[in-house]
Structures are given as C-alpha cells and as structure tokens.
C-alpha cells in the first residue's frame, strides 16, 4: 500500500505540522478499514470451524474403526494384551485403557470375556493378606508385610476372594502359586481342583506342594516347579507321589529355592525322564548325586533344551558323561549346562553330546569343565553349533573357586585356547555353523584375552564363516575400570564388515519396582536371576 509519506520510513525525518495533520486523518480511515477487515476474518473463521466440524462429524460416521464389527474389534483389543504376564489394572495400558475411547469400545471390550481373562492388581495394604497369589485367571499381589507374615489370620474380605477364585477353577487354564508360606494356605488352596489346567507353576514349601490337589483332575502340559525343601523332606519321593500324567508334559522345570537340601539321585532322574516322552524343554537345579545303572537308558525322542539353573559342584563332567550316555536326545537345539572343575577323561562328555546330538546350536558351559585334552575332539563334534557361551571364572591352586586337582596329564582350558582352536585356517574350520560366541570372565578382558589373539579369530571368522555376526566378552564388575582388550576404531572396523565386537562389565540383578499397579509381576527371568 502507496503513501506519499514511504521514502521518509526508516529516517531520521521528522514531519511538520501539516503532515502530521495530514497523517492523522489518513490513519482514521485506515482504522476503520482495518476494523472491518478482522470482522470479516472472524466471520470467516466462524464459517471455517463449521464447515471443518461438518466434515469431520461425517468423515467419523464413514471411518472404517465405526464400520469393523465388534467381533473385530474384540480379536484387536486381544491382540493388545500382553503375551509375555497378566494384564495389569492400569489405565496406561489394555484392556482398561481400551475402554476410555469411546463409549462403543467400552462396551466391547467390557463385552470380551478374554479382554480380562489374565488380570493383575495390586492388593492394597487395607485388605488383610498372608495368602500367595494364585494366578489362574486372575493375579493379586500382598503387601511384603503380609506376604511374610504367616500370623496374621486371614481377612474377611481375602477369604471371599480366595472363594471367588476357587468357584472358578474350572475355567483356569494356567494357574501360578508363588511364594506359597503361610499355614493358612494350605487349606484354602487345598481343595483348588482346576479340571482344565493347561499350566501349573508353583513356588513355595515342598509340604505345601504336597497338599495341593490341583492335578486330581487335569494333567498339565507345563510344569514349573520351584520347592524349599528341608533335609528330612524327599523331592523325590512326592514328585513320585504326585497324580500326574507325566507323559502328557511337553516343558518342565524342577527347581530348588534358595537354602534347600533338594538331592537327586542320577538314577531317579533319568528314570523321571523317561516318563516324560513327549518333553519338549527341561530345567533343572537341584544338586545330583550317585551314579546310573547301566540298562537305564531313555529316549527323548522330542526334546529341543535341556538346561541346568545355577552353579552346582554336584554336576560333575562324569554325571553329564553318563546323562548323555543314557538319554537319548536326537532333536536337541539348546544344551545349557553349568559343571564343577573336570579332573581328567570326564570331561569328554562334550563329544558324546555332539555325536549323539547332532543338530545342537546353543551351548553353554563352564570353560573349566573341559580339559586341553578335549576341547579339539568336543569342538570338532559341534558342527550345527550356532551359538556358544563360555565361563571363565579363573580358578588357581589354593585360591577362589579351588577344588580338586586334576588327573595328572591332563590341565584346563583357557579363553586363549578356545579362541585358538575356533580361529578359522586354510585347513580346518570347527564349529563352521558359528554365529554368536561370549565368553563370561572375573577378569578384566585384557588379563584373559590379547589384542593379537582376538584379532585373529574374528579376521578368520569373517573370512572363513561370513555368518559370524557377534563376539562378546562379559568381565567381572570389579574391572569396570579396567583396560579394554580393543580400541574403539578396531570394534567400528568390525562392525563396518557386519561383525559386532563387545566388551561390557557383568550386569547385576536390578531390584523389583516399588509399589504401583504393576507390582507383583516378575520378569520371565526373574527365577534363574535370584536362585
């Protein structure tokens, strides 16, 4: 817009009084103008929110979330559970987040009995509790200060519940009964018969295990077992004892609490195993002992991970010798086994696993349990090998972690040895299916493994076996500070070729969460981590 005033804009001019009269007259006119304009904005803008609302009020009723069918949209709100626990009574995630979009997907999901199959909540501290927590359609957990308090004397409102839940047990499919210490529980839980039980875990006194009548009328397919037993109490004998369809069990784990005596004889466990023909996963912790006869052989015609939680000086390389010998397990994929220190020829167990087990791909196991002796033959019979994890926990003469002497002619194996009998040639390649290999030390990495050394393995790794694809070597949290074996511009060197090389201090175990609405729910690991 022109005025006879714009070459004197941005100057030092200063006007005359006529020209300010003058301007003064032309700004009314401009005021006036500049008034009905944002009238007319305002009006437009009116005219716009309108018509804007019209269009989206109408592009909603053709949406195509308003034209699915509930059906539908009760498969997708099933979809949003968690696979992995039970649904959490919070309004930050499904289902009861579902519910606070609309009015119609409240009343679906409100509508979808599966949408609230699996629930958990946390049982506030004004509710009297000293109960565990059954977990078969429905989860709850006590206050700590209740949970181990086997006094207190069950609440009105715990002993209605518990009711509840019992009335419904024929509808359970999976059911947990975690930290299971009060005497109180033992005849609320006691007359629990769920006719369809597809699960069962249970955590908690071998006695009270005994009590429980929960495979009276249902024979589960998974079975989780972890048991505080004294020395006068046989897990053993009430595994024995128990009414259950041991056939029909695909995955089992038999684990001990933290200060047990739980014993098993090597015989009895092999034999307890042969009952379970179609056994897909197996774990296992309880300490083992003697020896097995010779005619009790067993076939594990299905079986795909056999895994030992925890250290246990009672699982010798010679009871996985005779484990091996007598089970056989033609389709295993994951053998993961901690072993005491070898003392000589037992430690060739490993090649009996590798020629009996062909297609095995995961191996961990303690380096100590093999001898230089072995390795060679062991590492040859792994060729499907995929994976591999080794310990190293650097035992010595006379210091931490010391226990028997070796048969003489025979000495342990070290990291530097099995990197030097994996580093690929012209000649030979062993374990040539390997893709993935950690080695967990106390050491720092530079005190167990040399530049030079790593150098060779992972450049004859990538040369000889282009899907090698990880190295990771796991040292002690004491050596947080310690020097790295690689520089960084080696590892990005590797990675830039596809290979990733790591170097990380050991994690510890985090704590729980405090209170809130998800407390209660333990990481799938969360056994393995505290036992």
């Known amino acids: 817009m022109e005025s006879r005033f714009s070459h004197q804009f941005n100057t030092n001019y200063i006007p005359s009084d006529e020209e300010i009269e003058c301007i003064r007259k032309d700004l009314v006119s401009r005021a006036e103008e500049l008034a009905r304009i944002d009238e007319r904005i305002r009006e437009l803008s009116a005219q716009r929110d309108q018509i804007a609302a019209y269009i989206s009020s109408h592009t909603a009723l053709i949406s195509h979330p308003r034209r699915l069918p509930p059906d539908i949209v009760g498969e997708i709100f099933v979809a949003c559970l968690p696979t992995d626990r039970n649904a959490v009574m919070s309004v930050q995630e499904a289902p009861l987040l579902l519910g606070r979009i609309c009015s119609r997907w409240r009343t679906i999901a409100l509508s979808t009995p599966r949408l609230w199959a699996s629930n958990h909540g946390y049982w506030p501290s004004t509710i009297g509790c000293s109960s565990p927590q059954p977990v078969p359609f429905l989860s709850f957990q006590p206050p700590a200060d209740d949970l181990w308090n086997p006094s207190h004397n069950p609440s009105p409102d715990r002993k209605a519940l518990v009711k509840c839940l019992t009335d419904s047990s024929a509808r359970w499919r999976h059911a947990e009964f975690i930290d299971v210490f009060s005497p109180n529980a033992a005849g609320e839980l006691a007359d629990i018969i769920p006719s369809a039980l597809e699960s069962f875990r249970f955590k908690g006194s071998l006695w009270m295990l005994s009590q429980l009548k929960v495979f009276q009328a249902s024979s589960p397919r998974v079975l989780n077992l972890w048991v505080y037993s004294q020395p006068s109490e046989s897990v053993e004998q009430t595994l024995v004892a128990m009414p259950l369809v041991w056939s029909r069990l695909t995955h089992l784990t038999l684990g001990e609490g933290k200060g047990s005596h739980t014993v098993f004889s090597l015989s009895s466990l092999i034999g307890l195993l042969g009952r379970c023909a179609q056994l897909i996963f197996f774990r296992f912790s309880p300490n083992i002992t003697g020896d097995v006869a010779e005619s009790n052989s067993q076939s594990l015609r299905f079986l795909e991970t056999f895994t030992v939680i925890g250290y246990s000086h009672f699982w010798t390389p010679h009871a996985l010798t005779q484990l091996v010998s007598h089970v056989s397990m033609p389709q295993l994929r ?153 520089a960084d511009p080696d590892i990005q060197s590797y990675l830039s070729r596809g290979v990733l090389v790591c170097e990380y201090p050991l994690p510890w175990p985090s704590p729980l969460p405090s209170t809130s609405p998800w407390a209660g729910i333990l990481p799938e690991n969360y056994d393995d981590e505290v036992n």
């Open 334 to 486: 994951q053998f993961h086994v901690p072993t005491q220190p070898c003392r000589g020829p037992d430690s060739f167990f490993l090649v009996t696993l590798g020629t009996r087990s062909p297609l095995l791909q995961e191996l961990t196991i303690y380096l100590e349990s093999l001898t230089s002796q072995s390795l060679p033959q062991a590492l040859q019979s792994l060729s499907s090998l995929t994976m591999l994890a080794v310990y190293h926990w650097d035992i010595r003469p006379n210091g931490w972690g010391d226990f028997e002497v070796l048969d003489p002619g025979f000495e342990r194996c070290h990291p530097p040895q099995l990197l030097a009998l994996l580093t690929p040639n012209n000649e030979t390649v062993v374990c040539p299916a390997l893709q993935d290999l950690t080695i967990f030390t106390w050491n720092s990495a530079s005190d167990v493994l040399q530049k030079s050394i790593l150098h060779d393995f992972i450049e004859g790794r990538m040369e000889f076996t282009p899907s090698f694809r990880r190295l990771r070597i796991v040292f002690g949290a004491e050596n947080v500070n310690q020097t790295e074996t690689l």
